[in-house]
C-alpha cells in the first residue's frame, strides 16, 4: 500500500513540474537569442550570475517550483544556446576551458 502512495505522490509531482516546465516554454521563457557581435565569454560569465542565483534561491528555499524552472533555464542554456554561437567552436583556450566547466 504504501508503495503504490509513493508511486502516485511521484506521478503527480513529475505532472507538476512537467507543467510547469510547459508553461515556462508557453511564456517564451525558454527561448534564448544569441547575439554574434557579443563575445561568448560574456554569456559564460551570465551563466556563472545564474548559476549563483540558483544556488541561492535553493538554499533559501523559499519556491521550490521557481527553482526548478530556473534550474531547467540553467541547464538549457549550455545545451541549446551556446553551441549556436559562432565562438563555440573556437579553438581559444579560455573558451575550451569554461566549456568544459559546463559539463
Not at 58 to 64: D, I, L, V
Request: proline content about 3%.
Amino acid at each position: 500500500m504504501r508503495e503504490v502512495q509513493a508511486r502516485n505522490w511521484r506521478r503527480h509531482g513529475e505532472l507538476r513540474r512537467r507543467k510547469l516546465l510547459q508553461q515556462d516554454e508557453l511564456e517564451g521563457a525558454m527561448k534564448f537569442s544569441l547575439s554574434k557581435a557579443c563575445s561568448i565569454s560574456k554569456y559564460f560569465k551570465v551563466a556563472d550570475r545564474v548559476l549563483e542565483q540558483f544556488c541561492s534561491m535553493y538554499e533559501a528555499r523559499n519556491n521550490m517550483e521557481e527553482v526548478y524552472v530556473r534550474g531547467h533555464r540553467l541547464i538549457l542554456l549550455p545545451e541549446r544556446a551556446l553551441p549556436k554561437h559562432p565562438e563555440y567552436n573556437s579553438y581559444d583556450t579560455e573558451i575550451v576551458f569554461k566549456k568544459k566547466n559546463l559539463n
